[in-house]
């Protein structure tokens, strides 16, 4: 049994196993541990990672690609425009408003969203992980950059569930990170004593993520986070291919930015140019053959030169990394140390700000393309019972501060506006508050964001408390709801329940039992402080480790006089609904299935052409059944064998399976009697031999 990690990149995914011997990484059908996060479209079939990389500049409208930061978005969302910009494929706005990504696909015209094209490539990380672990998957860690607010983590669940994955956690990027670097430190510190404070810096290809943690023997908290979503090594790229543009217009007289497949192959190009220049500091040669109208394009660019070019760039990654240090409230000398792991943490510049900011150099103690992956792959076997590992306890944090809205109460005026901030910013997660409110009528609560969040609605859900009803004499009841930021980073209203006075209720509020009935259900690793918000009060006492529902073990007295009732919720928020959900997964089971019926198709157009040449060399005057043949049999033989050849390359290159089977057992009931026939001959004279011999 095992269970995986998967780290979702802008640009590569990486997958990790967590297995009886330890962690290690998946190589996949190209053995590459990275797996673009790439997905293509042909007449035939989907074609997903590696192969579908490899043939973005020849099928660009059909190979897709940068579609992790459009999940969860809609289509006239600046941001989603300012990514349109990176993407040389049809993006449509659908008539609902969401995003819709055009392709041509089995010779029809297709649409798909973000979200079902990264249950695609979830699919292929499942199918990667299925082979080189020889058994089914379906539980896993899936990572996510720490600032998705709630509709970008929801789209992300839909999808695996579309890829038939179940998460065990959306487990932030940061946060994964941090726990591949504490779980094998042998030397941090004891509870009591100070921690050890450690920043990362994670610089990929689409953002950047820097965060502090505080560690001790088995345990982590993530103590502050900043993120730039809008940064990441491809910015670079563009910045540096624009560069050559304006170039090669003046010595060329081209415009590349005006031709897609030719920026494309710019853009590729300057990406190697960008990591020549993290190596070397000396001025580098940069050309492409044939690159427009049969030009081949000669420039240079030495690493100060892009430096500059990209100053803009580095003032951010300062500005992020400052942000984080005054977040933590560390001071830099109380810091131990700043790992850095993502591609673009390569750059010399990057390591240098990190070095002026935090007076130490940027340290390399993790594998920085693997780390993710392996954390993920690490917290799916603390929560799964199918691996066992030692455990390391993490508290996340929550990014964004949440607040809540709901109606007023009956003694409140009608406009009233009633709002409580439930998590204020970097809010230990995850973590459940109840609050508590006095109605007598069912009533609504809206959550949202607040602050700046990188998402252009701070909507977060609308929940109708259903069922409520009058006490005695129209009285309020007192109703309990409870909010949660879950193991995901999603955030809910997860329950609510009342208790309800009962008729016969004439003693006073003090003598109250109640009868809780709405356990918190538990989760293995959760650590669940709960904390009274009673509006009246508004009071938050967050008692670490300790759930509200556990101080509640009334005494037992003499009368009930109330009961505590669930209430129904109606949720609205985002994410598919349960139907849409189906039907997505239905046509993912059937685009597998299509897939695996070609893949099928090719395997016997493959054997039937390997065992044509393999006949063929067989039967050649001086080969191996050369003695097993009459010369008539043999050239009539030889003749069919070219004919299926040619076939193979005309008529036959593109035919059904069945096809194919039956022309290869047609020539393989000839083949196969010559292979007999020379078996028993052996056979034979091997017989004679030890008779022979014997004698
Ligand atoms: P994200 O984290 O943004 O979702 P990702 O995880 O796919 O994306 P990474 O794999 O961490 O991103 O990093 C990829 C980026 O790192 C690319 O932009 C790539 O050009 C850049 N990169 C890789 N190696 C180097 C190098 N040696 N020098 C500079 N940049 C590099
Ligand atoms: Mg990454």
């Not at 010779?107 to 992980?129: C, G, H, W, Y």
Request: overall charge negative; hydrophobic content about 35%.
């Amino acid at each position: 049994m095992s269970v995986i990690g998967i780290d979702f990149g802008n640009e590569s995914c990486f997958i990790a196993a967590a297995r009886a011997g330890g962690i290690e990484t998946i190589a996949n059908d190209y053995s590459l541990r990275a797996t673009p996060s790439c997905v293509a479209f042909s007449d035939r079939n989907r074609i997903l990672g590696v192969a579908a990389k490899n043939q973005t500049v020849t099928n660009m409208k059909n190979t897709i690609h940068g579609f992790k930061r459009l999940i969860g978005r809609e289509f006239k969302d600046p941001h989603v425009q300012d990514e349109l910009k990176f993407l040389p494929f049809d993006v449509s706005e659908n008539p609902n408003g969401s995003i819709g990504i055009k392709v041509k696909y089995l010779n029809e015209d297709k649409v798909f969203s973000p979200e079902q094209i990264t249950a695609m490539l979830l699919t292929k990380l499942r199918e990667t992980s299925e082979i080189a672990l020889q058994c089914n998957i379906s539980d896993c860690v899936l990572s996510v950059p720490s600032f998705f607010t709630n509709a970008e983590r929801k789209a992300l669940l839909d999808a695996a569930k579309v890829a038939g994955l179940r998460v065990l956690r959306l487990f932030n990027e940061t946060t994964s990170t941090a726990l591949t670097y504490g779980i094998y430190k042998q030397d941090l510190p004891n509870p009591d004593d100070a921690p050890r404070n450690v920043v990362f810096v994670d610089l990929g290809h689409s953002s950047l993520q820097v965060f502090a943690c505080a560690f001790h023997k088995e345990k982590l908290k993530i103590i502050a986070s900043a993120a730039n979503p809008y940064l990441g090594g491809r910015n670079i790229d563009y910045k540096l291919a624009k560069h050559f543009c304006q170039e090669f217009k003046q010595k060329y007289n081209i415009e590349p930015e005006s031709n897609p497949r030719a920026f494309l192959r710019l853009l590729t190009e300057v990406e190697k140019l960008k990591k020549q220049m993290s190596a070397n500091s000396t001025k580098l040669p940069f050309g492409i053959e044939c690159f427009m109208n049969d030009i081949d394009v000669k420039g240079e660019m030495a690493r100060t030169q892009m430096e500059e070019l990209c100053s803009d760039y580095f003032e951010s990654v300062e500005k992020t990394l400052k942000e984080c240090l005054e977040k933590s409230k560390l001071s830099v000398a109380d810091i131990h140390s700043v790992e850095i792991v993502g591609g673009s943490s390569r750059i010399p510049a990057v390591k240098g700000l990190i070095e002026k900011i935090f007076q130490k150099p940027a340290s390399t103690t993790l594998n920085q393309d693997e780390a993710v992956a392996r954390g993920c792959a690490l917290q799916c076997a603390m929560l799964s019972p199918a691996v066992r590992v030692r455990d390391f306890s993490v508290t996340d944090l929550q990014m964004y501060p949440v607040v809540m809205e709901w109606d007023p109460s009956p003694n409140e005026p009608k406009d009233s506006k009633n709002f409580i901030t439930v998590f204020p910013e970097l809010h230990a997660a995850p973590f459940s508050k109840k609050m508590t409110f006095y109605q007598n009528k069912p009533f609504a609560i809206q959550l949202y964001y607040e602050g700046n969040i990188p998402y252009p609605s701070k909507f977060i859900g609308k929940y109708q408390i259903n069922d409520v009803k009058p006490g005695p004499d129209n009285a309020s009841q007192k109703v309990t709801v409870k909010v949660r930021v879950n193991m995901d980073g999603v955030v809910s209203v997860i329950s609510a329940s009342m208790v309800e006075k009962l008729e016969n209720a004439a003693a006073s509020e003090s003598e109250t039992m109640e009868v809780e009935n709405n356990e918190e259900e538990s989760q293995k690793q959760e650590q669940q402080p709960a904390a009274a918000d009673a509006k009246e009060e508004k009071t938050d006492k967050p008692a670490e480790g300790v759930a509200e529902d556990g101080d509640k073990k009334a005494e037992p007295k003499k009368k009930v006089i109330s009961k505590t009732i669930d209430l129904t919720i109606n949720a609205t928020t985002h994410g598919l609904n349960p139907d849409d959900l189906n039907t997505q997964t239905e046509l993912e089971g059937k685009m597998i299935a299509e897939d695996k019926l070609e893949k099928e198709r090719i395997d016997a157009r493959n054997c039937l052409e390997e065992y044509v040449y393999d006949l063929r060399n067989k039967v050649g005057s001086e080969e191996e059944y050369a003695n097993y043949i009459d010369s008539e049999q043999s050239s009539t033989l030889s003749t069919q064998l070219d004919e299926t050849e040619n076939w193979l390359y005309e008529e036959g290159a593109d035919v059904n399976k069945s096809v194919y089977i039956s022309k290869l057992d047609e020539l393989k009931a000839i083949g196969e009697k010559i292979r007999l026939r020379k078996i028993d001959y052996d056979d034979k004279t091997k017989a004679f031999e030890n008779i022979f011999c014997s004698i």
